[in-house]
């Protein structure tokens, strides 16, 4: 259901990846505003409790090693 209202809504909302723990599931988008995300949860007919916007990535390759 959620990748048929992707389609619906267009190119300024788009799915990344997914993140399953025992409690949670964490969805990754990549979305022009938040009120994208929040009309593709109602249409999808499922919740969305918080959105967090990521301003920033680090990873080993973006960590400079201490010599």
Request: charged content about 20%; overall charge negative.
């Given at each position: ?9 267009g ?57």
């Amino acid at each position: 259901r959620s990748c048929k209202v992707l389609d619906e809504l267009g190119p300024q909302i788009q799915w990344q990846h997914s993140y399953v723990t025992g409690e949670n599931l964490w969805c990754i988008y990549k979305a022009e505003n938040e009120e994208i995300l929040r009309e593709h949860a109602k249409r999808g007919g499922f919740p969305i409790n918080a959105i967090h916007e990521v301003v920033t990535m680090i990873s080993p390759a973006t960590a400079e090693l201490a010599v």
